[in-house]
């Protein structure tokens, strides 16, 4: 019983760690995207990329694709 609990901790672990990673593999990429679009970004950027959902990392990346300024990015 014991040995069966402590390997299903570590597979959520695992998966808790992977999520993690993933969204700060995202983080990254999103960030150098705008950074060579619209150059070093300003501290508002840095703080609602950080703070962001994946879902919402994901939609902004898809609008820097049509966005004409750095704001625009992230308007609703």
Do not use: C, H, N, Y
Request: aromatic share 8%; proline share 7%.
């Amino acid at each position: 019983m014991l040995a069966e609990r402590v390997v299903e901790w570590t597979e959520k672990w695992k998966q808790q760690g992977l999520q993690q990673g993933i969204a700060q593999g995202e983080i990254a990429l999103l960030r150098r995207q705008l950074i060579r679009r619209f150059g070093p970004l300003p501290d508002w950027v840095e703080q609602r990329i950080q703070q962001a959902p994946p879902e919402q990392l994901e939609t902004w990346a898809e609008r820097l694709l049509d966005a004409e300024s750095l704001p625009a990015v992230f308007e609703a």
